[in-house]
């Protein structure tokens, strides 16, 4: 009989990232959260500014993870493009979302739907934009 178990890692909420009409929910996943440095942050985001992907031009909203791993990072940045499904930046198939990723997935799956049985005013969109998880996955 196994006794071992698989580690936590935390998710921290840290605000609205804006590039031009997108609006993303910002999460930085680790161990610990703190390790996340501000400048491992500014580097991700001016990525994501400069991706081919014309998020100044489009109405989106979706969530961004900053997922620590060791040293390095996954950076997964996923739009709902105002419908059901959740659309991911990537060129080839590659793995989607892992055991720690997946509670965040989940709980803004649940966010969204909520958003997409609403009027879809701006209201809305404001209530889904500050509604964050925090917490261990």
């Keep these: 009989m196994r006794t071992n178990t698989y580690p936590s890692k935390y998710a ?4 609205i990232f804006t ?6 929910k910002w999460y930085d996943l680790a161990s610990d959260p703190s390790e996340v440095s501000r400048q491992d942050i500014d580097n991700a985001q001016l990525c994501i500014e400069n991706a081919e992907e014309n998020f100044k031009n489009i109405d989106d909203l979706g969530f961004v993870i900053m997922h620590r791993c060791g040293e390095n990072y996954l950076l997964l940045v996923c739009t709902w493009r105002s419908e059901n499904e959740l659309w991911e930046r990537n060129k080839t198939h590659l793995p989607t979302y892992c055991v720690w990723e997946m509670g965040i997935v989940y709980y803004e799956s649940q966010s969204w739907k909520k958003y997409l049985g609403s009027g879809r005013e701006e209201k809305d969109k404001e209530d889904y934009l500050n509604d ?3 917490g261990e996955v």
């Design 132 to 134: 964050f998880f925090e």
């Design 12 to 15: 921290q909420a840290k605000g």
């Design 19 to 24: 590039i031009g009409k997108t609006k993303f």
